[in-house]
T-cell receptor, first 116, second 117 residues
Framework: DSGVTQTPKHLITATGQRVTLRCSPR?????VYWYQQSLDQGLQFLIQ???????AKGNILERFSAQQFPDLHSELNLSSLELGDSALYFC???????????????FGPGTRLTVL | AQTVTQSQPEMSVQEAETVTLSCTYD???????LFWYKQPPSRQMILVIR??????QNATENRFSVNFQKAAKSFSLKISDSQLGDTAMYFC??????????????FGKGTKLSVKP
């Protein structure tokens, strides 16, 4: 158990719908990262938050957005869902801070999203 | 841009034997980290081992060790005394060091390792 929690574990929805994925980082971690794992694209970085602020952005679609709340949990919002959005979505967390040894990322169990 | 290449899509090894998984990367950065993550059938991503580029000594974690060749940009994972529980997809990942805590992982496509009894 990494200490990172994600809910829900599974989500089945229809095209055009909107869903919210939730992540709670390990105790003491300030950085939260979101990754998407699909068969054709592999593991891709979406977005990072550090202590409530967006810190880095990857291949995140405009239909997707995220935020990190004052209690450091994060939510990833996916809207206007398409069949191709079906994937495993991981959240990871790290201490952050920029000093050596603080950026090792620990992953949650993932949320499997199926868009029908 | 950084890239990570794992040239072995699938490998197999007999239980108790040793196996080495290959990884090469491309970067112009000097300060970075390299990781191996394991993804068993449960789909959980589990950190196996971590290497800091400024350290010449190869990292070791129990039965797992790496051969880090900075000049060659090579980072292989050796698993000794393979166990059935080592059956998983193994991902090599790169992350550049950032004092601003901007640190996303760049993953290779993975190597599927099967340990046979």
């Amino acid at each position: 158990d990494s200490g990172v929690t994600q809910t829900p574990k599974h989500l089945i929805t229809a095209t055009g719908q909107r869903v919210t994925l939730r992540c709670s980082p390990r105790s003491g971690d300030l950085s939260v990262y979101w990754y998407q794992q699909s068969l054709d694209q592999g593991l891709q970085f979406l977005i990072q938050y550090y202590n409530g602020e967006e810190r880095a952005k990857g291949n995140i679609l405009e239909r997707f957005s995220a935020q990190q709340f004052p209690d450091l949990h994060s939510e990833l919002n996916l809207s206007s869902l398409e069949l191709g959005d079906s994937a495993l979505y991981f959240c990871a967390s790290s201490m952050g801070g920029g000093t050596r040894g603080t950026d090792t990322q620990y992953f949650g169990p993932g949320t499997r999203l199926t868009v029908l | 841009a950084q890239t990570v290449t794992q040239s072995q899509p699938e490998m197999s090894v007999q239980e108790a034997e040793t196996v080495t998984l290959s990884c090469t990367y491309d970067t112009s950065e000097n300060n970075y980290y390299l990781f191996w993550y394991k993804q068993p059938p449960s789909r959980q991503m589990i950190l196996v081992i971590r290497q800091e580029a400024y350290k010449q000594q190869n990292a070791t974690e129990n039965r797992f060790s790496v051969n880090f060749q900075k000049a060659a940009k090579s980072f292989s994972l050796k698993i000794s005394d393979s166990q059935l529980g080592d059956t998983a997809m193994y991902f090599c990942a790169f992350m550049k060091h950032s004092v601003r805590s901007q640190g996303n992982l760049i993953f290779g496509k993975g190597t599927k390792l099967s340990v046979k009894p």
